[in-house]
């Protein structure tokens, strides 16, 4: 079956400071990456999400790439803010959907 | 966050009691998932379904009871037989490829 790995688990930054957080797949099928944002107490959220026919998606502040060779993707979070402190959750859909661990981010103002 | 509930939010069993959560979602959607949060490990999947009156074992379906008979609901059933129940369950339903996640049930076995 799909194994997702994601790291690190927990990551500071600096208010303003650039955030990235890696994942990888092992099952060449997996053909949908998104990436979900979870705040404490609430349910996890998709923030954004990427095809394996795409190699890079943008939205304001947040961009995912993916590298289908390699079997990695990666999200990118530029002038971070207090509010983007969270734990993200990628995933890897085949079959069906495999999680990551998960990511602590700490933005510190 | 509107379309997909679960009851209750907090949830307290005695060791060797089932216990079944609810999920409801007025979404339409055909697909419905289970998943089990514990801390440092994600979220596993239970069990899913894909249409009524069908369901697969997931990830960690072993101690775990599930039925699709309506589309709008997918009850899940913890029972004796899971050795470590006690964690956040997450009730996520879909039509394509994004899943709708709802609030979460916290429930505790002592």
């Known amino acids: 079956g799909e194994n997702v790995e994601q790291h690190p688990s927990t990551l500071s930054v600096q208010e303003g400071d650039s955030a990235v957080i890696k994942c990888t797949y092992s099952?060449?099928?997996?053909?949908?990456f998104p990436w979900y944002k979870q705040e404490l107490g609430k349910r996890p959220q998709l923030i954004i999400d990427i095809r394996s026919n795409v190699g890079e998606k943008k939205d304001q502040r947040i961009a995912v790439t993916l590298n289908k060779t390699a079997k990695h993707f990666s999200l990118h979070i530029t002038e971070t803010q207090p509010e983007d402190s969270a734990v993200y959750f990628c995933a890897a859909r085949g079959q069906k959907v495999t999680f990551g661990t998960g990511t602590k981010l700490q933005v510190i103002p | 966050d509107g379309g997909i509930t679960q009851s209750p939010k907090y949830l307290f069993r005695k060791e060797g009691q089932n216990v079944t959560l609810s999920c409801e979602q007025n979404?339409?959607?055909?697909?419905m998932y289970w998943y089990r949060q514990d801390p440092g490990q994600g979220l596993r999947l239970i069990y899913y379904s894909q249409i009524v009156n069908d369901f697969q074992k997931g990830d960690i379906a072993e101690g775990y009871s599930v039925s699709r008979e309506k589309k709008e609901s997918f009850p899940l059933t913890v029972t004796s037989a899971q050795k470590n129940p006690t964690a956040f369950y997450l009730c996520a339903s879909s039509m394509s490829n994004e899943q709708y996640f709802g609030p979460g049930t916290r429930l505790t076995v002592t």
């Open positions: 099952d060449s099928a997996s053909n949908y």
């Open positions: 979404l339409n959607h055909d697909a």
